[in-house]
C-alpha cells in the first residue's frame, strides 16, 4: 500500500477482554517495528521484526503481550486480559531494511487503546 | 530506561526565531535520526545522520552528531507556526540489528 496502516484507529476495550491491533506495512519493506506511546509522553520500544522473525522481544512489557508476522507482511500485537494501565496509542513502523543499515522508518497513524 | 534523552522538554520561541533541541544517548550506534509528530499520532521523519558523519542540512534544519559525546543537536532556522510539534531523535544501535529507539521528545511551540 500507500504507506503503513493500523486498524483500528480507535479501540475501547472492557478491562480483562484480550485485544487484536494490526498492522500493514508499506509493501517491501522487511522491518517492522511496534512502540506504544502514552499522553505526553515519548515511544516506548516493544518489538521489532526483521522479515517473519523477532531478534528482539525485549520492550513487551509482559507475558500478556505477544506479536507476530506471517508472511513478511502483516503483523498482529495481541494484548490479552487487558488492565487500564495498556491504555495508550500503539504505533507500528517500517522501514525497508532495517534502520541499522541507514533506512528511515515509516509510521502509521497508530491506534489508541482505552481500557475501561 | 530509555536510550535518548532529549533537551528541554519544552521550547516556546516566536516565529522568525531558531530552535536549537538536544539529544544524548548511552550506547554506540549506526546512525541518529530526527522524526516530528504532530497531535499525538503518527511520525514523520526528517532527517538521519550516520555515525560516521558530523553536520547534516536538509532545507531548514542542521543536525549535528558528536560520537565522542554522544549527542546530538537539531536546529530549525527561521521558525515557523507550523512548525509547532513534538520532536523526537531515534537511535539506531550498533549490533543491534535495525532495532530503533526513541528519546522522550521535545515539545515546540513556536508562537505567531
Known amino acids: 500500500g500507500a504507506g503503513v496502516s493500523q486498524s483500528p484507529s480507535n479501540k475501547v476495550t472492557e478491562k480483562g477482554k484480550d485485544v487484536e491491533l494490526r498492522c500493514d506495512p508499506i509493501s517491501g519493506h522487511t522491518a517492522l517495528y511496534w512502540y506504544r506511546q502514552s499522553l505526553g509522553q515519548g515511544l516506548e520500544f516493544l518489538i521489532y521484526f526483521q522479515g517473519n522473525s523477532a531478534p528482539d522481544k525485549s520492550g513487551l512489557p509482559s507475558d500478556r503481550f505477544s506479536a507476530e508476522r506471517t508472511g513478511g507482511s502483516v503483523s498482529t500485537l495481541t494484548i490479552q486480559r487487558t488492565q487500564q494501565e495498556d491504555s495508550a496509542v500503539y504505533l507500528c513502523?517500517?522501514?525497508?531494511?532495517?534502520?541499522?543499515?541507514?533506512?528511515?522508518?515509516?509510521f502509521g497513524q497508530g491506534t489508541r487503546l482505552t481500557v475501561v | 530506561s530509555q536510550q535518548g534523552e532529549e533537551d528541554p522538554q519544552a521550547l516556546s520561541i516566536q516565529e522568525g526565531e531558531n530552535a536549537t533541541m538536544n539529544c544524548s544517548y548511552k550506547t554506540s550506534i549506526n546512525n541518529l535520526q530526527w522524526y516530528r509528530q504532530n497531535s499525538g499520532r503518527g511520525l514523520v521523519h526528517l532527517i538521519l545522520?550516520?555515525?560516521?558523519?558530523r553536520e547534516k542540512h536538509s532545507g531548514r534544519l542542521r543536525v549535528t552528531l558528536d560520537t565522542s559525546k554522544k549527542s546530538s543537536s537539531l536546529l530549525i532556522t527561521a521558525s515557523r507556526a507550523a512548525d509547532t510539534a513534538s520532536y523526537f531523535c531515534?537511535?539506531?544501535?550498533?549490533?543491534?540489528?535495525?532495532?530503533?529507539?526513541f528519546g522522550q521528545g521535545t515539545e515546540l511551540s513556536v508562537k505567531p
Open positions: 545522520i550516520r555515525s560516521n558523519e
Open positions: 531515534a537511535t539506531a544501535l550498533y549490533n543491534q540489528g535495525g532495532k530503533l529507539i
Open positions: 513502523a517500517s522501514s525497508s531494511v532495517g534502520a541499522g543499515v541507514n533506512t528511515e522508518a515509516f
